[in-house]
T-cell receptor
Framework: GAVVSQHPSWVICKSGTSVKIECRSL??????MFWYRQFPKQSLMLMAT?????????EQGVEKDKFLINHASLTLSTLTVTSAHPEDSSFYIC?????????????FGAGTRLSVL | GENVEQHPSTLSVQEGDSAVIKCTYS??????FPWYKQELGKGPQLIID?????GEKKDQRIAVTLNKTAKHFSLHITETQPEDSAVYFC????????????FGQGTELSVKP
């Protein structure tokens, strides 16, 4: 299957600082990537859809100014958690679509565990 | 919008036995149904998927069945092994919604040696 690389895998930061998470498609171009958040023992919650060259589409209840998404190239999307607080601590996962059109197969990165002190 | 229900939430089987996880969806327009396996601390891994134009798909010990009339689909794992222990998620997608997946709640499968 296609490879999606996510970095870093784990980050600890102080409250009030910003953290950037990178999501790269290594062996394919991805016009569309997704960002999810996952709490322990829960399902994946879609935060936003990231489209190359355009603004991200955020799900209801997700703060756009809090979670900045940039999809500047066909292989890279970034999620920046601004002014992080302890309640932002979570497991963040990105995914990228392979195939496009009617195929739309989603492959996921390994996730980033964010701990805000 | 689409809603996906997944059962059971936990499943414990003996090594070598079969495991079945079931999902139902609400939107008849859904036409793509992937299954993901997630190990602790890792991202979900696609293990099998099925599209609405087929009723069954098999890949070695894993099979998925789809009943469009009843709007439910199931994952079947035969000859389970301890390494099959993980959380499994079903999902549904509607073709014209840009590939967005709606996930079930997950099933924690434990295979006891």
């Amino acid at each position: 299957g296609a490879v999606v690389s996510q970095h870093p895998s784990w980050v600890i930061c102080k409250s009030g600082t910003s953290v950037k998470i990178e999501c790269r498609s290594l062996d394919f171009q991805a016009t569309t990537m997704f960002w999810y958040r996952q709490f322990p023992k829960q399902s994946l919650m879609l935060m936003a859809t990231s489209n190359e060259g355009s603004k991200a589409t955020y799900e209801q209840g997700v703060e756009k100014d809090k979670f900045l998404i940039n999809h500047a190239s066909l292989t890279l999307s970034t999620l920046t958690v601004t002014s992080a607080h302890p309640e932002d601590s979570s497991f963040y996962i990105c995914s990228a679509i392979v195939g496009g059109g009617a195929k739309n197969i989603q492959y996921f990165g390994a996730g980033t565990r964010l701990s805000v002190l | 919008g689409e809603n996906v229900e997944q059962h059971p939430s936990t499943l414990s089987v003996q090594e070598g036995d079969s495991a079945v996880i079931k999902c139902t969806y609400s939107d008849s327009a859904s036409n793509y149904f992937p299954w993901y396996k997630q190990e602790l601390g890792k991202g979900p891994q696609l293990i099998i998927d099925i599209r609405s134009n087929v009723g069954e798909k098999k890949d070695q010990r894993i099979a998925v069945t789809l009943n469009k009339t009843a709007k439910h689909f199931s994952l079947h794992i035969t000859e389970t092994q301890p390494e099959d222990s993980a959380v499994y998620f079903c999902a549904a997608s509607i073709n014209n919604q840009g590939g967005k997946l709606i996930f079930g709640q997950g099933t924690e499968l434990s295979v006891k040696p």
